[in-house]
């Protein structure tokens, strides 16, 4: 009786939302890049939303803006393992269980269609939020960009004079993000990063500094870029070979496109 009325009902509002939810997927990243823009230009939203992040309820503080806006991306995965609970203690003699299957396959097939989309969304908010935490950055977010690692190791001046810089790097799939520590936490306003440079990797190629050409440095490495030349020095060998190789792969992924 109220059970499976109820049971229908869900699986109505489910059916009715797939196409809302499938929309907002579409339109997830073009959004964002467009927050991002609009944090950068006017400094009042960018405060504004900080600190509505700030004072929201306890079951999303610590979550960024992105992650935040990601909630309805996921919804649909979240939506099909529920009727697939409901379908699993439902007889199929309820009249609901009919609605129940019917829905499902509609969900399958929207997760389905939007698979790459839902990725998408997901690393586009990863990046939004690394994004928010460095203070001066261009806006970084961006349909194919992904993140794939990020730490510490020393730069080499752009002069060629003074002591190694050290920096954070935070490798994406087409460019090579570097800023400086702050020092400063959520805290502080959430930003822990000073903007440095940025090396656009489709153009660009990477040699290891041994030998007669390590100027005297350890664990070095060079990019060369349009741009020009970045020398970085890891901690170790064996994070030279790890930053050198995800680097190497990234680059390579970029021309593979670019063909």
Known sequence: GESEAAVAEFASLVRDRIPSLAAYTDGFIAALHRLSTLRR???SLSQWLSRRMHECRFDVKGMDVAQLLLAPVQRLTRYETMLRDLLRVTDNRNVAHESLVSV???????LEESSKSRRQCENAARVSGIEERIA????LVSPSRALIRQGSMRKKPSSGVGFTQRRWFILFTDALVYCKETGKGKSAGGVEYEFKGLVSLPTASLRLLDGANSQGLDHAFEIVSKRGTIV???DSDRDRREWASA???????CAIDML
């Open 232 to 234: 970085i020095l890891a």
């Open 136 to 139: 001066g950055s261009p806006v």
């Open 247 to 253: 680097i190497g792969n990234a680059i390579h992924e």
């Open 41 to 43: 230009t006017r400094s």
């Open 104 to 110: 499902l396959h509609h969900c399958g097939d929207a």
